[in-house]
């Protein structure tokens, strides 16, 4: 009995050694290895290198933020440099108004000679100014953007609104006050707002909007003019872009480009290339508090 018993335990032991699942501890360390989490990557949109050999060669200084309103993760090109607003102002003057005619208990339909579908769809001039004057100029302009958080933003004060210096990271700001819950704006505001940002005339849709597919949402404003001759020009656009899983907000500012034309194709490379990069990065969704620190790079190159 003794002998088969043994023999039993024999048995035993060897169907548990060899036993059906055949896991070895190296087995068992490849399988871990693949359970682990992958390190989501985070590439920055403005140093790709397309956009860094694009920036690099061409004429004429560039400017850029990015703001991903999925992971609240900014970066920054070029951020020491301040540049001419042009048109792009207009959102600003635009948000100022519905401010502080909320404040006061008025309506935009009450606010006499603002006409602020020309001023933003149009990019008119002179409703520009009409509503400029009627929000007192840069005083008021500065004050509202106190509250928005700009820093980097001085109205000009002998009413050319134009000649307004602002940071690609100032514009970020006031296109967050649109995009998401905001203690200046309320949803009616923004509503109205955006409206006319995605209505903009077919000729002026250019920018910011450069490499988006159909059916995802672009709400922009552009903005254009010469420095100092027909051969200096600076060209911006801002925007908020979002559908297709993408969510963000984009900014570029070119100065002392040879031509309009010249900054326009820049907007436009540099925008396809944040759309595709952002479209790849895959990063999970954050919480609206988990807005993470700034990288900022300085690759601009001046001719």
Known sequence: ????????????????????????????????????????????????????????????????????????????LNPDARDQTASIIKADILETLLYQTRKSGDSIADAEGAVPEGMIEASDNADATTLWDQIGGSTGISAYNVLAGLTQTTPNTQGFWGETTTSAADQIKILEQLSGPSKLLTKADQAYQLSLMTDIDPGEGWGVSGGVPKGVVV????????????????????????GDEHDYL????????????????????????????????????????????????DTTHSS
């Open 219 to 242: 709400a922009l404003k552009n903005g254009w003019v010469p420095l100092t001759s027909n051969s200096d020009w600076e060209v911006n656009s801002i925007g908020w872009i979002h």
């Open 1 to 76: 009995m003794l002998v088969a018993g043994v023999a039993v335990l024999i048995i035993i032991l060897i169907a548990t050694a060899g036993g059906s699942s055949g896991i070895t501890p190296k087995d068992l360390a490849k399988k871990t290895a693949l359970a682990k989490p992958k390190v989501p990557v985070v590439v920055d949109p403005l140093t790709t290198p397309g956009v860094h050999h694009w920036i690099a060669t061409r004429k004429g200084d560039v400017s850029a933020a990015v703001l991903n309103l999925k992971t609240g993760k900014e970066w920054l």
């Open 250 to 297: 984009l900014a570029v500012l070119t100065a002392h480009d040879p031509s309009e034309g010249y900054g326009i194709n820049t907007i436009r490379r540099i925008a396809a290339s944040v759309y595709r990069t952002l479209g790849t990065e895959g990063v999970k969704p954050a919480t609206a508090s988990s807005k993470t620190t700034t990288t900022k790079t």
